[in-house]
């Protein structure tokens, strides 16, 4: 692909899952079959259906969420970056993924932690 063509894919990632108007269809159109999507705090989640899911849950926990770049992408073959910024209030659950166990209670030993990879 170009780097236009990868510049294209990464704004609409950006704006499709991360935005306000968040579209579950760009994750079976954008994201390989296998995907692996880290997001801080949380386990890996592993394939598209574990990325829907936590981002089905992600924004139940933040109805308001909103993510959106902050500086032009920059690309080179291959490989795009780019720096956003973005946040939302809590008002629902919240999680149970996290290595260090569920919020807000007590930390979990290791053998309960991460359970998917």
């Not at 969420?65 to 809590?90: K, N, P, R, S």
Request: aromatic share 12%; proline share 5%.
């Amino acid at each position: 692909m170009s780097i236009e063509e990868n510049n294209a894919i990464v704004g609409r990632w950006f704006t499709e899952f991360w935005g306000a108007d968040f579209n579950p269809a760009v994750i079976d159109e954008l994201a390989a079959p296998d995907i692996r999507f880290e997001y801080s705090l949380h386990c890996p989640c592993r394939g598209r259906d574990e990325v829907r899911e936590f981002a089905t849950k992600f924004r139940a926990a933040f109805p308001d969420l909103a993510f959106g770049g902050t500086a032009d992408l920059i690309a080179e073959g291959d490989y795009v970056v780019g720096q956003w910024i973005g946040g939302g209030t809590q008002t629902g659950e919240a999680f149970d993924d996290m290595p260090i166990g569920s919020l807000p209670a007590a930390i979990l030993d290791e053998a309960t932690a991460c359970t998917h990879s």
